[in-house]
């Protein structure tokens, strides 16, 4: 089963624009983690941030968490072609080692 | 940073036959792997956590006879797509996380297997 969904499902921007995606959840959770993922490829993790935080940054990338709303959100500043990819985010619930994934946001960078 | 390796990165098989892919954690040592299931242009879907030295919980809906997982040691996990049908075509990848780890950490994912059924 999936934890949530993500929005935009699809984002096409330029590249030097900044990229922001969505994700909403469930249920409590321990922590919640952004993974990016090339075409037929495997998974990258970018970012993980605990419940207890409200946001996180690693390099070009921003996450915000609001436990109140179940909703997190990654931003991508300065985007570039390398960026295009699908995105998803991750929840590991308090009570479970279980890893579950959103949706997932395919964005694709313009040159 | 740590290594998971998964074996085959694809396989075709005919139908009716049997595939096996391997997850390895290659520099840590994992209790606890999980098996996804990826179809085009959707997320991954969790089939099931494999646990070292016992049986591996199924998620709802995911037939245990027909997925056999098989995590004999602390690095290598094995699904058995048994009687393959086109159906099962689909990206398989596994997670490792390792060994002490608390729950709240990340796992470590391979590079996944797009097994075709033809």
């Known amino acids: 089963s999936q934890q949530g969904e993500e929005d935009p499902q699809a984002l096409s921007i330029q590249e030097g624009e900044n990229a922001t995606m969505n994700c909403s959840y469930k249920?409590?959770?321990?922590?919640l983690q952004w993974y990016r993922q090339n075409s037929g490829r495997g998974l990258v993790h970018l970012i993980l941030?605990?419940?207890?935080?409200r946001e996180k940054h690693s390099g070009r990338l921003r996450v915000t968490l609001d436990t109140s709303k179940k909703s997190s959100s990654l931003l991508i500043t300065a985007s570039r072609a390398a960026d295009t990819a699908s995105y998803f985010c991750?929840?590991?619930?308090?009570?479970?080692?279980?890893?579950?994934f959103g949706s997932g946001t395919r964005l694709s960078i313009r040159p | 940073g740590a290594v998971v390796s998964q074996h085959p990165s694809w396989v075709i098989c005919k139908s009716g036959t049997s595939v096996k892919i391997e997850c390895r954690s290659l520099?840590?040592?994992?209790?606890?792997m999980f098996w996804y299931r990826q179809f085009p242009k959707q997320s991954l879907m969790l089939m099931a956590t494999?646990?070292?030295?016992?049986?591996?919980?199924?998620e709802q809906g995911v037939e245990k006879d027909k997925f056999l997982i098989n995590h004999a040691s602390l690095t290598l996990s094995t699904l058995t797509v048994t009687s393959a049908h086109p159906e099962d075509s689909s990206f398989y990848i596994c997670?490792?996380?390792?060994?002490?780890?608390?729950?709240?950490?990340?796992?470590?994912f391979g590079q996944g297997t797009r097994l075709t059924v033809v």
């Open positions: 997670s490792a996380r390792p060994t002490g780890t608390p729950k709240a950490t990340e796992a470590f």
């Open positions: 249920t409590s959770i321990n922590n």
């Open positions: 941030i605990r419940s207890n935080e």
């Open positions: 991750a929840t590991v619930r308090s009570e479970a080692s279980k890893i579950i």
């Open positions: 520099d840590f040592q994992a209790t606890t």
């Open positions: 494999s646990n070292e030295g016992s049986k591996a919980t199924y």
